[in-house]
T-cell receptor
Framework: RKEVEQDPGPFNVPEGATVAFNCTYSNSASQSFFWYRQDCRKEPKLLMSVYSSGNEDGRFTAQLNRASQYISLLIRDSKLSDSATYLCVVNGGTGNQFYFGTGTSLTVIP | GAVVSQHPSWVICKSGTSVKIECRSLDFQATTMFWYRQFPKQSLMLMATSNEGSKATYEQGVEKDKFLINHASLTLSTLTVTSAHPEDSSFYIC???????????FGPGTRLLVL
């Protein structure tokens, strides 16, 4: 079983839509969780860290469910500029071990 | 967020050449640096984990004699692709671990094309 699993998509949504991505992790000892965004032919950039019960940043909301071992990312009022691949990253819980999901591709359509 | 630089951004070289890529954390001391490779339309693949002053830990299937990693200081790690071949052409990305947030910050990547 993979450490981190994501639905690869692709998700094609109209502008203004709300879209949610889920990511499951297998190591119950994991302590830190992150969402990164990767644009085509660019490096991943940190979008949000997710700690304890989750957090919100503008149109983006990240949530953590420890009991079910998943994190989610909700994007409200989608913009064309939100089109990218969203990577779920989980810290292994024993120091500098990070596990990446395969990424979820989002395309926001005019 | 923290800043990580990579140099060079682009490399085009002949088969058999060795290529050195530098990764620097510019505004913090990174306890650990990571090297990834990404082929077109595929996900990031971790190649190795590098701690300052010690040998790198390579992922299964990554040849340590082909991909030499040197982590000379808390702000600099280098990846040398020795005797590069066309199948080594890829997007190589480094990241540095920022201990305060326990997260990674990525360099802008290096595109390697081996002819």
């Amino acid at each position: 079983r993979k450490e981190v699993e994501q639905d690869p998509g692709p998700f094609n949504v109209p502008e203004g839509a709300t879209v949610a991505f889920n990511c499951t992790y297998s190591n119950s000892a994991s302590q830190s969780f992150f969402w990164y965004r990767q644009d085509c032919r660019k490096e991943p950039k940190l979008l949000m860290s997710v700690y304890s019960s989750g957090n919100e940043d503008g149109r983006f909301t990240a949530q953590l469910n420890r009991a079910s071992q998943y994190i989610s990312l909700l994007i409200r009022d989608s913009k064309l500029s939100d089109s990218a691949t969203y990577l779920c990253v989980v810290n292994g819980g024993t120091g500098n071990q990070f596990y990446f999901g395969t990424g979820t591709s989002l395309t926001v359509i005019p | 967020g923290a800043v990580v630089s990579q140099h060079p951004s682009w490399v085009i070289c002949k088969s058999g050449t060795s290529v050195k890529i530098e990764c620097r954390s510019l505004d913090f001391q990174a306890t650990t640096m990571f090297w990834y490779r990404q082929f077109p339309k595929q996900s990031l693949m971790l190649m190795a984990t590098s701690n300052e002053g010690s040998k790198a830990t390579y992922e299964q299937g990554v040849e340590k004699d082909k991909f030499l990693i040197n982590h000379a200081s808390l702000t600099l790690s280098t990846l040398t692709v020795t005797s590069a071949h066309p199948e080594d052409s890829s997007f190589y990305i480094c990241s540095a671990s920022w201990p305060i947030q326990e997260t990674q910050y990525f360099g802008p990547g290096t595109r390697l094309l081996v002819l």
